[in-house]
Each structure stands twice: as structure tokens, then as C-alpha cells.
């Protein structure tokens, strides 16, 4: 671990937890009011102008002078790496924290500005509606069947926010229901650096008067690159010698990245292999057809994320050919939030 950026004005009720680069990270708990947002007070339209606005501007400004914005900037300096790549875990939770969460030991008034834009609010959008979506199909579950496992799968899932979150709302929900079980939440990822950084991320949310204490969570990780199914195979074989309730989720990752044939095989993998009543629970960008026009412009923008533009109509095309079907959906600015079932 390098050296230490601690957190120097923790706010009351938020849990804090390190990364392996030394920083000092807000622990992101959607039911705790630093982290509220109303979604459907936000002016959307504006915001997309601005959003497109800057596009504007980014393309007209010397690369040299990008490099010198990026070098005073940890998120934007994050997405630029991410250029015809993937954004990494990490890089896509900061996105997550919200301007006011944003520690200065690490970030400046330009991460601030930033993150009030309309990438950092859909980061944050979906995983709202991932751990919802995921929370509302458990929780009644969980009560009709107390005691036994709870496993969430997260596939490319970094830190797991959305997985860990979908616990904490649970818990704000029916506590009880949680206790009493072992829960663990299995992260499949390329990048060790998020999934390391969720581990002690959970651990922070089971320290004494914390929003978990006294359950018995934990975060696993296995590498995983999502060409190679044989690790998700040998985790779900695993799961079978103590089986109970599962879930499985990819925020930002599998239905954003992978090709039609890897989404295809992996749920055809998860078909095969879960219990029957396992759902899956993602996001995809939406398609040329449901995405607002002016923000069709994004998807040609040199040096972005190699983000698909999927779509749901495609999505549930490639989850039917899997044996799934679309169960729910819900709806935000650049992406659809689905949930999956047999």
C-alpha cells in the first residue's frame, strides 16, 4: 500500500475504508443522507446540454492542454485512461461519491465541478436501481426462508457497490431478515485493485454501530476475464455443496463491454449452473433508438471508454437465446437497469 491519504473531515454515519493506493474513501451507503440524490428533481435537459457542451469543447481543446486539466484531476484523469478501454473499478466508484463526498487530500475543485455532471450521475442512477431491483426481489425471499445462505455474484463488479448497497437497503428493510445466515458477496474481476478495496469496504460496514454489524458478510474475489467462464463454473459448483438464495449483478461491465457471444455464454453458464429461482441484474446504454438524440454524439467520441451501446431490445434478444427473460426494467438517462429471471 503506498503512502496514506486519510479522510481529514469524516462525516457522522459514513463508514471510510482504504484503497491499495493509501487513499481514504467514503464507504458509498445509498440509505445515508450523504449520499441521498433525488433523481427525478434533476433537470435532465440541462444537464445533457451541458454534458454535450462539454464534448463540445473537450474536442476542440489541444491535447496537451487535456493532459495538464487531467494532471489536476483524479476523475477526469480516470476516464481519459480509460480511452478505448474499460473504466476500472475504482475510477467508476469515485464517480460514485458525489461532490460532496470527494476528500481533499485527493481531489480539487475541478473533480468537484465534474462530478456534479451528468457521467457521475449515471454511475450513480444505476446503481440505485441495481441494488432496488436487486433488494426488492430478496427481500420477501429472505423472509420466507430465514437462515439459509445469501450469495450475490457480481460479475466485473470492482468494489461491488451496487451488491454491497443492495444489502444495506435490505437491512434498513428488515434487519432480521439478514441475520442469522451467512452472506457473501463473490466478485468476479480482471482488476484486483476494486474488489480489495470492497473488502475492506464491507469490513467497514461490520465494525461496531455500523450499518452491517453483527451480520456475517464478507466479500470474496476471484479473477475473472469473462471469455474464460471456468472460475464463474467452479464458484457456482462451489455454491451448490451449501445452496441457498442467489443473485447476480453486472454494474458497468459485462452487458457494457463484452461481445454478444460472452454475454450469451456467461448466461448460459449461470442458466446451467444456479438454482432456478436466481435472477440477473445489470445495466445496458441504451441504443441509437431509445437514447436522446442529442447525446447520440457520445457514443463517436475519440478516446472514450469502449462502452457498447447495447441496448435493450438487443439485451433481451441475447438473454432469450440463454433461456432468460426480462422480468423488470427501470429506466435513466444513458442506460436501462434490467433484471433477468428464467
Known amino acids: ?8 473531515n469524516k462525516r457522522t454515519g459514513v463508514c471510510y475504508a482504504l484503497t491499495d493506493d493509501g487513499l481514504e474513501l467514503p ?20 444537464l445533457i446540454d451541458s454534458f454535450v457542451a462539454s464534448l463540445e469543447r473537450s474536442a476542440r481543446t489541444p491535447a496537451e492542454m487535456m493532459r495538464a486539466v487531467a494532471a489536476k484531476s483524479i476523475l477526469i484523469r480516470g476516464m481519459l485512461e480509460s480511452a478505448d478501454t474499460y473504466t476500472t473499478g475504482l475510477v467508476t466508484y469515485l464517480h460514485k461519491l458525489g461532490p460532496e ?22 454511475f450513480r442512477w444505476r446503481m440505485r436501481d441495481i441494488a432496488h431491483l436487486l433488494s426488492d426481489h430478496l427481500s420477501p425471499l429472505l423472509e420466507a426462508r430465514p437462515g439459509v445462505p445469501l450469495d450475490l455474484i457480481n460479475i466485473g463488479g470492482g468494489p461491488a457497490a451496487d451488491s454491497f448497497n443492495a444489502l444495506l437497503v435490505m437491512a434498513g428493510r428488515s434487519r432480521q431478515a439478514l441475520a442469522g445466515r451467512r452472506i457473501r458477496i463473490h466478485v468476479l474481476d480482471i482488476d484486483p485493485h476494486g474488489p480489495a478495496f470492497g473488502a475492506r469496504a464491507v469490513e467497514a460496514l461490520r465494525a461496531d454501530g455500523a450499518p452491517l454489524a453483527g451480520l456475517d458478510v464478507a466479500l470474496e474475489a476471484r479473477r475473472y476475464d469473462w471469455i474464460d467462464r471456468a472460475p464463474l463454473q467452479a464458484l457456482l459448483e462451489a455454491l451448490r455443496s451449501d445452496p441457498g438464495l442467489l443473485a447476480v449483478s453486472s454494474e458497468g461491465a459485462l452487458f457494457e ?13 449461470l442458466r446451467d449452473g444456479a438454482p432456478v429461482d436466481t435472477v440477473v441484474v445489470g445495466p445496458v446504454v441504451r441504443d441509437a433508438a431509445t437514447l436522446d438524440p442529442r447525446l447520440r454524439a457520445s457514443e463517436h ?4 471508454p469502449a462502452i ?5 431490445a438487443c439485451l433481451t434478444r441475447l438473454a432469450e437465446q440463454a433461456g432468460w427473460s426480462v422480468a423488470e426494467t427501470r429506466d435513466g438517462p444513458m442506460h436501462q437497469v434490467f433484471r433477468l429471471a428464467r
Open 257 to 269: 463491454y463484452a461481445s454478444d457471444y460472452d454475454i450469451v455464454a456467461n448466461l448460459i453458464t
Open 27 to 46: 464507504v458509498v451507503d445509498i440509505t445515508h443522507p450523504a449520499f441521498a440524490v433525488n433523481f427525478e428533481a434533476i433537470d435532465l435537459d440541462e
Open 301 to 304: 467520441v475519440a478516446g472514450r
Open 308 to 312: 457498447r451501446y447495447l441496448g435493450l
Open 1 to 8: 500500500m503506498n503512502d496514506l491519504i486519510p479522510e481529514r
Open 101 to 122: 463526498n470527494l476528500g481533499e487530500g485527493y481531489a480539487t475543485p475541478i473533480d468537484r465541478q465534474w462530478a456534479t455532471g451528468l457521467t457521475p450521475l449515471t
